[in-house]
């Protein structure tokens, strides 16, 4: 029943069970981080075991599920988008790594476990992290290759994503914001890069590798762009909202640190608003699929309503 | 003369000029590298001018020559192996600024500068070594491709050279010898990984822009090997035998965190002999090249010879 989802946008679709369809990819998608990621046992041990250590540490797998569900809306098969759903995943955990560091946002909780420095030291976090970073390259450079995108239109499309205009931009942006009184639109462009061009990156990935149409591609893209924001609207109002266990992070930080947040500039009432309208452009974006998106559905309605 | 230069091993080539060829090249590394990257205005602000800061440093781009160097020895065209010369300067300069934090070799100075994390703080220069790193893949992935070669197959080389098993491997490797006593194998282990994977690959990758032979390929691998391990034997007698101000870095850095060495596990006399034996290595290597490596043999030379 698509079309009444999309009609309802913000209502759950109760026809199509979600939380299995997160838990077989989340499955699928750790078994295959496995199989790329050099074993615990290689030498040098201690970056393999810190590099699994956080991969490992029960991440959502939002982006790769995503990654997933839009190469499904686009008529593709899981196995040609899961080497990029992997990818994308080692980047996401290195950027994770990085930021939890004492020079970043210096905390020491993650997904409810030690971060990664707590347990290794800063030295090999920082290691583990940039040899994450450089896995999500072997990892996409590696795979056997799709009908009508290149290696080159990947690898730079993964690049791109992750660089100084993006997610390292949005992290250099967010860390220079701290502490100072900025406005929605300085706050969104923080956002864009920090949370949305991964996740839109996710997206894009997954139609490319099922040989999307450009139409299809800018519908993802659009898909993409408003989930990401929605996901940071929601992580700002969760941070506020919920406590440290129910998030599985220190939560708190951001008013701690006085970090730029939606509750902080719009308050929370407005901030909900705006994730609920943010979630209903990235059903709207979903209209070409025509009912095939089922699953893209289901997670940003998810990434709406989570409570952690 | 080539031939003669071959038979003369590790006397200097006169028919060269080193001097004119590394400067010339060093200045269209330069001028690519300022095209490839965002300029230091584009915002974020900081991460550009943390990336350039150390990008433009004054390195003696020895990657980049051998890069291009190995290209000509094929038969190529500087023009190809450029975006490959720039990746891989790009990799090496992400991996200066993160040993130099203070949770790795906490160095202050490099290249006669402050390091990164001394001008624009510790965060910053995680994320500055991280864009780097992830630029290195974009501008690998953005040129217009080589006959013989894809773009996986160079995504792979770069990816396999900078990863955990190589040069984070090594850096590894490393940290967890300083203090401790271990064998002359062990270090060659960390050099292979910490110096020679990163230079051995600039030559493949160069020689891959020329639509190299597989046995050119197999001679420019075992060339970069040895080159790459003289280059770091080289490099550890310097920090015993110059100062902090002919270096352009902390001298004497290794003896004060007892680093594992060259010159401390076989004394200074078999360090050098060891260095010449590997650049004869390097040397014999090339012969496939019937003297068209010149530029090679040069460099070479100038890694056994140079003072700094």
Redesign the interface.
């Known amino acids: 029943m698509p079309a009444r989802c999309r009609a309802e946008a913000v209502t759950p679709c109760k026809s199509f069970d979600l939380a299995a369809y997160l838990e077989k990819s989340a499955s699928a998608v750790n078994r295959a981080l496995d199989a790329f990621l050099?074993k615990a046992t290689?030498?040098?041990v201690?970056?393999?075991r810190a590099?699994r250590y956080s991969l490992f540490a029960g991440g959502k797998r939002m982006r790769p599920a995503l990654c997933l569900a839009a190469a499904e809306a686009c008529g593709g098969r899981r196995a040609e988008a899961m080497p990029l759903a992997c990818a994308v995943e080692c980047i996401h955990t290195?950027s994770l790594i990085?930021d939890d560091?004492?020079?970043?946002d210096n905390d020491d909780l993650r997904r409810g476990k030690p971060t990664n420095h707590k347990v290794f030291?800063?030295?090999?976090?920082?290691?583990a992290?940039?040899?994450l970073?450089?896995?999500a390259?072997?990892i996409?450079?590696?795979c056997r290759?799709w009908p009508c995108y290149?290696?080159?239109d990947i690898?730079?499309e993964?690049?791109?994503a992750?660089?100084?205009?993006q997610l390292?931009?949005g992290?250099?942006?967010d860390?220079?914001a701290e502490g100072k009184s900025i406005s929605k639109s300085q706050l969104r462009y923080i956002h864009e890069r920090k949370t949305s061009a991964l996740l839109c990156c996710s997206v894009r990935l997954g139609g490319m590798s099922a040989n999307c149409t450009p139409r299809q591609l800018v519908a993802l893209t659009d898909f993409g762009y408003h989930v990401g924001l929605a996901f940071q609207v929601i992580d700002d109002i969760l941070d506020v909202t919920q406590t440290s266990q129910q998030l599985g992070k220190t939560a708190g930080k951001d008013t701690a640190v006085q970090k730029a947040t939606y509750p902080a500039i719009v308050g929370l009432d407005r901030s909900r608003r705006i994730a609920a309208e943010l979630t209903q452009l990235a059903f709207e974006a979903l209209a070409p699929f025509r009912g095939r998106a089922q699953a893209l559905e289901a997670i940003a309605q998810y990434v709406l309503r989570r409570d952690r």
């Open positions: 050099p290689v030498k040098p201690t970056i393999h590099m290195y990085h560091l004492p020079a970043m030291g800063e030295g090999i976090a920082v290691l992290g940039d040899a970073l450089t896995q390259f072997e996409a450079a590696q290759g290149s290696h080159r690898v730079l993964l690049a791109r992750s660089g100084s205009l390292v931009g992290q250099v942006a860390l220079e």
